[in-house]
């Protein structure tokens, strides 16, 4: 399954967002969209997914364009997973997982055997079996994103995006969350996540794609392209980048702490 955005520009009247943008991405391949607060990465996801119609160019799933898919089509192709996410009731574990298993029945019809053996096995997969029948809005917020990695399983697309999947976790349980998505890249999906955290995007990501004022400035792998000059110009920040593990690990150590 692919990705594929072609001259894509988008704006908020006036204002342009997205600035012809060209990517593609593909199967086992876990993609990181590096940038400051602002630059378009949400409004990419969304039209990606189809939630705004007013751009130019085009976006293929898989090389089909999205303009001529139905709702139900695209809920089989690609599964989004949000920063945040609070149900107005308290739905426990498992039925916040089933729920992503609505694509595969129709309108009036019951979850049945298969959907609910598919929910166990995600929420097996995913090491979260202990928290079933727990309410979810009474776990942690790292246990809630990989909640809802297990009910973007269930759905059986190939294709994830992930907004921001690590935002306001502890270390923890970003390492927890980053983990499971890397094991899905290599078993085969197509994964875009945003991300502000140029160190874990050095040591996750197959691809890094750096954007600012709505356009890509770099995109490669990330020891390629992830270089001093690189966040000095996302994030006006004067920093150092020390090289581990030959090379295996780069981190960024702000100027003014040292």
């Not at 298969?114 to 097996?124: G, T």
Request: overall charge neutral.
């Amino acid at each position: 399954m692919s990705i594929e955005v072609v001259n894509l520009s988008f704006g908020y009247g006036d204002r342009l967002v997205l600035d012809g943008l060209n990517f593609k991405t593909r199967e086992n391949q876990l993609v990181s969209i590096l940038g400051p607060n602002g630059v378009g990465k949400s409004t990419l996801f969304n039209c990606i997914l189809g939630l705004l119609k007013g751009y130019t160019g085009q976006v293929l799933l898989d090389g089909r364009d999205i303009k001529h898919l139905s709702i139900r089509e695209m809920a089989q192709l690609v599964a989004f997973i949000p920063q945040s996410h609070h149900p107005s009731f308290n739905f426990s574990v498992s039925d916040i997982v089933l729920m992503g298993t609505t694509v595969q029945i129709s309108t009036f019809s019951r979850p049945g055997k298969r959907q609910i053996m598919l929910v166990a096995e995600a929420l097996e997969r995913i090491g979260i079996s202990h928290l079933r029948d727990r309410g979810y809005n009474q776990i942690s917020g790292g246990e809630r994103q990989l909640v809802l990695l297990a009910r973007a399983l269930v759905q059986e697309t190939k294709i994830l995006l992930l907004d921001e999947p690590t935002a306001n976790l502890d270390y923890g349980n970003q390492i927890r969350v980053l983990t499971q998505i890397k094991t899905l890249a290599k078993e085969g999906y197509t994964i875009i996540q945003s991300t502000h955290n140029p160190d874990q995007t050095f040591l996750f990501s197959d691809t890094v794609m750096a954007m600012k004022d709505g356009k890509i400035v770099a995109c490669g792998v990330p020891g390629d392209i992830f270089t001093e000059e690189l966040i000095r110009n996302l994030y006006a920040a004067e920093v150092k980048i020390q090289s581990l593990y030959e090379d295996r690990v780069r981190v960024c150590i702000p100027k003014r702490a040292i």
